[in-house]
């Protein structure tokens, strides 16, 4: 295996882990070469530098990049609708030819929603006669109705079937969660499936070095941060309620960096509550994170109450261990499990802001001892499972095990 191809519809500039990957693969001998969309998340808006319409190419750290014409994803509903339709169209029409003559011994798609962008791969896979590995991190179509973009059975039962013929067309899927298994076998017929967990850059499990701009409520007495993406899913409300039912605490401080579909109301509800204790700084660049995350008291991560999200594992939990930092994990399932084994902090249901201010005082009034043998925990667990070059290393193994069989037919 000496080239891959990597599909997906984010890519660098947007921060996503699919970045880290590819530059790792690239790092250890392998071409990489990706085909992606403009740059446009988490604000709707395509960054500048960047054109909406005709296809661009330029190089990242080493790695040739194709983009595709792409509609930007707006402020969601049926605009979001129309990025994600985009970028499969795009791929569909644009990508043959903005890959002709080129080979491929392996084309792999990283797979956060939409999973409609692994249609442009199947195809281009069956184009150049080389398998696809598709590396599921969302469940469809369960998200889609657990985040309230669609509510419609009939449309979410032929997303389903879209779905369906997706797992079925690709070589080997890597799941996120082992939770994730059982769902994805339902539709995947015979499709061999592996259990792949997350990573982050291993930056994240080393001590911060430079300057940091100042964020208000970190660093300041005890401070609870919150990092990602601020949406539907994450049930945010919880923080706000959380930090009205703490406000007489002037030493703490909830500090929520990213941004989102709800950051809005948060700021409007936090100015409506008068929540001096509630920090929406916006958004930092990626590699500020590591810091500002060992700069917190603790490290929070919520997700709403659905069935779906018992089975998922944010990746911000990785970014947590990797941080050394105590954790507030406030969802139920996998996400939960995964930091109380770990011993790496204190877990509360999702959505229930009374348990996470009650669960937030249990940390404050800790001794110190206590939070930093949680957090030393926490690293220890994420350098056993789930350190960044070790996984690329798995990674690269599913690889070799699916290109086996074609390089020995060849």
């Not at 994600?84 to 030819?97: H, Q, R």
């Not at 660093?219 to 039912?245: K, P």
């Not at 957090?375 to 095990?401: K, N, P, T, W």
Request: hydrophobic content about 45%; some cysteine; proline content about 6%.
């Amino acid at each position: 295996m000496k080239k891959i191809l990597i599909v997906s519809q984010y890519f660098w500039p947007e921060s996503f882990r699919i970045n880290e990957i590819a530059k790792t693969l690239s790092e250890k001998g392998i071409e990489v070469e990706v085909l992606t969309g403009k740059p446009n998340y988490p604000r709707g808006e395509i960054f500048a530098g960047y054109r909406a319409w005709g296809g661009q190419r330029e190089i990242y750290q080493g790695i040739n990049i194709n983009r595709l014409p792409l509609l930007a994803r707006g402020g969601g509903g049926w605009r979001l609708a129309l990025n994600y339709l985009s970028f499969v169209v795009s791929g569909m029409m644009f990508a043959p030819w903005m890959l002709r003559k080129k080979k491929y011994d392996i084309i792999f798609v990283y797979a956060p929603s939409p999973i409609l962008q692994a249609i442009p791969a199947i195809f281009i896979g069956w184009l150049k006669s080389c398998p696809v590995v598709l590396s599921v991190q969302d469940l469809w179509p369960e998200s889609l109705s657990a985040t309230g973009h669609l509510q419609n059975r009939t449309v979410l039962k032929l997303v389903e079937q879209v779905v369906r013929l997706i797992y079925r067309r690709t070589d080997l899927l890597l799941v996120q969660s082992r939770a994730f298994e059982a769902p994805v076998r339902e539709l995947a017929s015979d499709t061999p499936i592996a259990y792949y967990p997350n990573s982050v850059d291993d930056t994240f499990a080393v001590p911060a070095k430079g300057e940091l701009p100042a964020v208000a409520g970190l660093g300041d007495g005890f401070s609870v941060m919150f990092a990602g993406n601020i949406g539907t899913a994450q049930a945010v409300e919880v923080i706000v309620e959380a930090a009205s039912l703490l406000k007489k605490y002037a030493d703490i401080h909830f500090v929520v960096l990213g941004e989102g579909s709800r950051w809005e109301w948060m700021r409007q509800e936090a100015q409506r509550r008068a929540l001096s204790n509630l920090h929406l700084p916006g958004m930092f660049p990626v590699e500020t994170m590591p810091g500002f995350m060992q700069q917190a008291s603790a490290l929070l991560v919520t997700l709403a109450d659905r069935e779906i999200f018992r089975a998922t594992i944010p990746s911000k939990v990785q970014a947590y261990l990797a941080a050394g930092r105590p954790i507030l994990a406030c969802l139920n399932g996998e996400g939960a499990n995964l930091v109380a084994e770990a011993g790496a902090g204190l877990t509360v249901p999702a959505e229930d802001g009374r348990a996470l201010a009650e669960t937030v005082l249990q940390l404050y009034h800790m001794p110190s001892q206590e939070r930093e043998a949680m957090g030393m925990r926490g690293r220890l667990y994420y350098e056993q499972h789930f350190a960044h070059d070790m996984l690329v290393d798995q990674l690269i193994e599913h690889l070799r095990s699916v290109c086996a069989p074609k390089e020995k037919s060849e």
